[in-house]
């Protein structure tokens, strides 16, 4: 099984700084994909990372990828009211297993 | 942009009664998923399909089956709903086709939050 766990479980901050999140998986992974979502409604997909990519970027997000650790982590710059949500790593090879998500609160 | 719609977002049904929840995608994806989310457990892959007519079993398939008659929808069936069967269900489409299905991006429904009294 590929449940590994998101960490941590909550994390509140002030708007405007940064937040990172980590996500842990056990077995080898050929991807791995961050997804946010809004209270009540479905996911929206973030960033897609290859196994053989150490580090991405969409805009204020960052993920790297520790495959000798069998981590990753999404960073979000410069947080925004609006990034209020929860976030979820997706890992796997035929299909994805997701955690159970990091609820992100930002203080405005 | 891509649209995927789910047929009610809320529902609610009495133990026993048989359900169907319907998921549709407006982009001719070849993948499409059923994920059940609940408190503490995260999202739980139910079924999948990556073809029209095929499925495969998610992690959690007992209780549920579904049908994929055409590409553009996929239905959830829960044959004797149950109070445990109480979630919100989400559907999401994907590219393919590929062994690896996790190589591309899902896109997801807004929800069908059921509750079985």
């Known amino acids: 099984s590929q449940q590994g766990e998101e960490d941590p479980q909550a994390l509140s901050i002030q708007e405007g700084e940064n937040a990172t999140m980590n996500c842990s998986y056990k077995t080898s992974i050929n991807n791995l994909q961050w997804y946010r979502q809004n209270s009540g409604r479905g996911l929206v997909h973030l960033i897609l990372?290859?196994?053989?990519?150490r580090e991405k970027h969409s805009g204020r997000l960052r993920v790297t990828l520790d495959t000798s650790k069998k981590s990753s982590s999404l960073l979000i710059t410069a947080s925004r009211a609006a990034d209020t949500a929860s976030y979820f790593c997706?890992?796997?090879?035929?299909?994805?297993?997701f955690g159970t998500g990091t609820r992100l609160t930002i203080i405005p | 942009d891509v649209k995927v719609t789910q047929s009610s977002r809320y529902l609610v049904k009495r133990t026993g009664e048989k359900v169907f929840l319907e998921c549709v995608q407006d982009m001719d994806h070849e993948n499409m998923f059923w994920y059940r989310q609940d408190p503490g457990l995260g999202l739980r892959l139910i079924y999948f399909?990556?073809?029209?007519?095929?499925?495969e079993k998610g992690d959690i398939p007992e209780g549920y089956s579904v049908s994929r008659e055409k590409k553009e929808r996929f239905s959830l069936i829960l044959e004797s709903a149950s109070t445990n069967q109480t979630s919100m269900y989400l559907c999401a489409s994907s590219l393919g086709p590929g062994t690896y299905l996790s190589s591309y991006e899902q896109y997801f429904g807004p929800g069908t939050r059921l509750t079985v009294t």
């Open positions: 997706g890992k796997g090879n035929e299909k994805l297993t």
């Open positions: 990372i290859r196994s053989n990519e």
């Open positions: 399909s990556y073809d029209v007519k095929m499925k």
